[in-house]
């Protein structure tokens, strides 16, 4: 079982629609990261949370550190959200390593 | 403030052929580290650095070793290239521990024929 688990793999949305990307992971961590990364390849940092809720704009994302779960949140979507979006967690035992889940392949139609 | 910087962002090599690819962090940040991004096994952590230290390795063969140079730059390099070496890599920088942000470069593709 891989320590990071995202669902679901793909997601097609309409426009407008509210998006939820889910994580699990299976170990203790120093902070939950959710990525972005378009085609092309450049991953953007979105968040990095240890605890609660972060809102930046159309995003939310929230962390359950009892249930080792994170959701990453997308209201109003649009078709400019289409990437792929990660999960990646960090230990303190590990450095700077981060590990990463799969990724989900989103895609908002107009 | 600059980004990360790796050089070069495309490379097309022979098996057998070795490879040096370059990071440049965002100043001030100490920790490099590096992943290996293929469409079967996704993103893996190759090997990170802080202050010209490895501090820790992903599971890679001997042929992928890194360095970082007193600047905080680091470069990556691969010896004798296989065709499952082809990827996206990636070099992240980071300022503070685990617990910190991190800042992606924008990879370099290495094709090998």
């Known amino acids: ?110 | 403030k600059a980004g990360v910087t790796q050089t070069p962002r495309y490379l097309i090599k022979t098996r057998g052929q070795q490879v040096t690819l370059s990071c440049s962090p965002i100043s001030g940040h100490r920790s490099v580290s590096w992943y290996q991004q293929t469409p079967g096994q996704g993103l893996q952590f190759l090997f990170e650095y802080f202050s010209e230290t490895q501090r820790n390795k992903g599971n890679f063969p001997g042929r992928f070793s890194g360095r970082q140079f007193s600047n905080s730059r680091s470069e990556m390099n691969v010896s004798t290239l296989e065709l499952g070496d082809s990827a996206l890599y990636l070099c992240a920088s980071t300022r503070t521990g685990p617990a910190g942000g991190y800042t992606f470069g924008s990879g370099t593709r290495l094709t090998v024929v």
């Open chain 1, 1 to 110: 079982k891989n320590e990071v688990e995202q669902s679901p793999q793909n997601l097609t949305a309409q426009e407008g629609e509210f998006i939820t990307i889910n994580c699990s992971y299976s170990v203790g961590i120093s902070a939950l990261h959710w990525l972005q990364q378009h085609p092309g390849g450049g991953i953007v940092s979105l968040f990095m949370l240890s605890s609660g809720k972060k809102k930046h704009g159309r995003l939310i994302a929230t962390i359950n550190i009892q249930e080792k779960h994170s959701s990453l949140h997308i209201t109003a979507s649009h078709p400019r959200d289409s990437a792929v979006y990660i999960c990646a967690v960090s230990r303190m035992e590990y450095g700077n390593k981060l590990v990463f889940g799969a990724g989900t392949i989103l895609r908002v139609k107009s």
